[in-house]
């Protein structure tokens, strides 16, 4: 049930540790070349450059336009979905349909027994897709390993379904507006098109963020009557490349991809450090995808809530959570962790509802058991976190104890990270034993480059919150023409020293 | 559309605080921004121009734009704006070949 990339990721990941027969491992004093990605329609190529002046001009051209403004986005948006495949727009707009008409069947009933079937029929619908997109083999795997242990000799024949890109993310969308129109939390939308423009937006539409409908749907109401705030746009793209295309990439290429495929090989010291590699490289890749989005559908003319928030400076693993994928986190907690009774009736109950949110979320990362064991690491942290509260207490007012804290709560994220990332839970298992021996082995590695990168994307986390305003409002002064030469020259310089080829965002496959 | 009491009161922050929303440009001037980024890009980034051009299809419009890719990168070469881009590429290689104990590969 792989992606074509994920095939293409592997063999990268197989190439890169000399793996594959008749295949060389790559002279690592080469520029790390990437494997073609399925598509080209990546936010740092040129092919979403000419996509998004097209885009841009014609907005300019419908200012005065609303509606055919929204139905030119859609129309990009489809054509942005149809670079990976065409067939998925089908998928695409079946999932806008079943939304839609569950959406008007709700809120035109006042049969309260009613408005719950069609909610339950319409969230089993979008979870039934899902399913199968994205667990059928999954569930056919697990059923087999069960009936070889069971000694029967039958086995279940795979799918080998193909994965569509972002499905989780329009999945969830499409959940949570019918939700909050049962809930009442938001009205319902009875025009098709922001319904479209709602669930294909295509800078969110792949790897999100979780804009949730109360959020978008009423900016599809009226024409926004504020400005487009583009010094703050420039510097979340220019951030997001700086991130992707030369941290994210360079640390996959260089320490992280060759560590993971052959951890036996390494000692510990290439462990540690690719460990904390893959936390920067995450972090990097996929904020850098969600500051992008942010900036794109800002350039549109259209709000995006905030995703991270400096999350590995946090000192328990709660706020990690605030500060993590906040849309996920946010639509974890309001859809599942509340309805399941969040913290309302008693502690056991609480930690069982931590527990089967986190591990949920871990699933919805992927069908495998080391997403299994990434949830449940995070769910018994958070529970055993809740537990130890009265121990814990406030938060540490001392230096000292800031320290302490963001120390456990970091290296806790970054464990359960080596799961996340591993090829599979045999992986790591073997990642982890490593820690134990090859102290003295000589580095591979992790050299200099590798380390500055780390420490680099380590300092981000640091920066004071107040920075990224401060700059921006230095530089609505520069007049637009300046802004526009700026940001070219440096978009060059990143294209410059970033790897050659194209490295597809991680959070593409979830 | 009447806003529900949910959708007055903000789920989420917004991403780009408010101080940096009150100053801004309209689409013209986005629009007009994204053109002279894009057209610095195609003078100083003009070295990626053939590889992109190389990933395109089969097609008689796929071979006219690797021509007019290859020409363009020519061009830019002799106005000598490829120099900046070859120098950063080094650099990066040299930082990248840097090891442990000053050997570098």
New interface residues.
């Given amino acids: 049930m792989q992606t074509q990339f994920q095939r293409l990721d592997g063999m990268r990941r197989a190439v890169a540790a000399g793996r594959l027969p008749g295949v060389s491992p790559p002279d ?2 080469a ?1 790390p070349p990437f494997a ?1 990605a399925t598509s ?1 329609m990546l936010f740092p ?3 979403f ?1 000419l996509f ?2 097209v885009v ?2 014609a ?2 051209t419908l ?1 005065r336009h609303f509606a055919w403004k929204k139905a030119i986005l859609v129309a990009a948006s489809y054509f942005f979905y149809a670079q990976w495949d065409w067939r998925f727009c089908f998928l695409l707009a079946g999932s806008t349909t079943i939304s839609y008409a569950a959406g008007l069947l709700i809120g035109g009933s006042e049969d309260p027994r009613r408005r719950r079937l069609i909610l339950t029929i319409g969230v089993a619908l979008h979870l039934g897709i899902l399913g199968i997109f994205k667990y059928l083999d999954f569930l056919v795997l697990s059923a087999n390993q069960l009936a070889r242990m069971l000694g029967l000799m039958h086995e279940l024949p795979f799918f080998e379904v193909l994965l569509p890109v972002g499905i989780s993310f329009f999945t969830f969308h499409g959940i949570s507006y019918i939700t ?1 129109v049962y809930r ?4 319902v939308c009875r025009a098709p098109l922001d319904m479209a423009l709602y669930m294909s937006f295509f800078p969110q539409l792949v790897a999100g963020p979780i804009v ?1 409908a ?2 978008f ?2 900016q599809l ?1 009226r024409p926004s009557a ?9 510097m ?1 793209i220019l951030g997001g490349m700086i991130k992707k295309v030369i941290i994210a990439n ?1 640390l996959a290429t ?1 320490l992280v991809d060759p560590v993971f495929a052959a951890p036996d090989t390494y000692g510990g010291a290439d462990l540690l450090l690719a460990t904390y590699a893959y936390a920067v490289q995450i972090y990097c890749d996929f904020s850098a995808y969600t500051d992008i989005a ?1 900036a794109v559908a ?2 549109c ?1 259209f ?5 991270f928030n400096q999350p590995y400076r946090a000192q328990r693993l709660r706020e990690f959570w605030q500060r993590w994928h ?2 996920l986190s ?1 639509w974890l907690r309001d859809y599942l962790y509340k309805p399941l009774g969040g913290n309302r009736h008693g502690r056991l109950n609480t930690y069982r509802n931590l527990m089967i949110t986190m591990l949920l979320g871990g699933i919805w990362h992927g069908a495998a058991w080391k997403f299994v064991m990434w949830g449940a690491l995070h769910g018994g942290g958070l529970a055993f976190e809740r537990m130890c509260q009265p121990l814990l207490g406030q938060r540490s007012t001392s230096r000292f104890g800031k320290i302490i804290a963001w120390l456990i709560v970091f290296h806790f994220v970054c464990f359960a990270w080596i799961f996340f990332r591993a090829e599979d839970f045999t992986v790591a298992c073997v990642f982890i034993a490593g820690f134990a021996h090859g102290w003295r082995e000589p ?1 591979q590695q992790a ?3 590798m380390v ?1 990168l780390i420490v680099i994307g380590l300092a981000g986390q640091f920066l004071p919150p107040s920075s ?2 401060r700059v ?2 230095a530089l ?1 002064r520069v007049p ?2 300046g ?3 700026a ?3 440096i ?3 990143i ?3 970033g790897p ?1 080829g194209l490295a597809p965002f991680i959070y593409f496959r979830f | ?7 007055r009161a ?8 408010p ?23 195609a ?3 003009s ?3 053939p ?2 051009a190389e ?1 395109l299809g089969d097609s008689w419009l796929d071979h006219r734009l690797r021509s007019i890719a290859g020409g363009w990168d020519g061009a830019m070469e002799t106005l000598r704006l490829t120099d ?3 120098a ?2 080094a650099a ?2 040299r ?6 104990g000053g050997d570098n ?1």
Avoid: K
């Fill in positions: 690592r004093t520029r073609p080209d190529t040129l092919d450059l998004f002046l841009a001009a907005l300019a200012d909050d009442g939390d938001v009205t949730r109360a959020y749907l009423p109401a504020e400005p487009i705030p583009v010094a703050a746009a420039l979340l360079y260089g942010i800002a350039l003319g709000r995006f809530p905030r995703n906040i849309s946010t580095v050299q200099p480059a500055a990224f305003e921006g409002l609505q637009y023409w802004l526009g030469a940001t070219g020259l978009l060059a310089a294209n410059a020293l050659d | 559309m009447a806003l529900t009491r949910s959708e903000p789920l989420v922050t917004d991403a780009i605080p101080s940096l929303r009150r100053r801004g440009a309209n689409p013209r001037q986005v629009l007009a921004i994204c053109l002279i980024g894009a057209i610095m890009v003078f100083l980034a070295r990626d121009t590889g992109w990933r900046p881009h070859e950063l590429r990066m290689g930082a990248l070949d840097w090891q442990w590969r």
